[in-house]
């Protein structure tokens, strides 16, 4: 089976949206059951957005811009191998998004700082897949 330009993008697409989103519902659970205060679901909020921004503008940039070879077929490997890394970068970030809304005693700030490390110091596993897949080709 051959898989198209236009499929790949829109399978990371996917994941990276999907992943954001079980962030979110985490986090909305959590301050609903009362996991902590008001102040502390904005920082939560900002900090998920700001740790997405950067795959999901590349991601969106790369379909928004005009491109003529989006049909063309691409390497499978390749295209599993960048969707396993943005499935375990994404995986390290919504593990802990489950394990903070699970557990009865955890800090704010500790999944914060998790969040934003863990995401900085683990980018390269979705910076060059991201790169390959959604920047334009000469």
């Known amino acids: 089976m051959t898989i198209r330009l236009t499929a790949a993008r829109l399978a990371l697409l996917g994941l990276f949206l999907l992943s954001m989103a079980v962030n979110m519902i985490v ?25 997405y921004s950067v795959p999901l503008s590349a991601i969106l940039g790369g379909m ?5 070879d989006s049909e063309r077929p691409i390497s499978n490997p390749a295209f599993w191998v960048a969707f396993a890394v943005a499935a375990a970068w994404n995986l390290l970030l919504v593990g802990r998004a ?41």
């Open 98 to 138: 489950i394990l903070f809304g699970l557990a009865r005693e955890d800090s704010v700030a500790d999944f914060a700082g998790y969040l934003g490390a863990v995401s900085a110091a683990s980018s390269f596993l979705v910076v060059g897949a991201l790169a390959y897949f959604f920047t334009k080709k000469e």
């Open 27 to 51: 986090v909305g659970v959590s301050y609903l059951r009362g996991g902590f205060y008001a102040a502390h679901l904005q920082q939560l909020i900002l900090a998920v957005l700001s740790i």
């Open 64 to 68: 928004f811009a005009q491109r003529s």
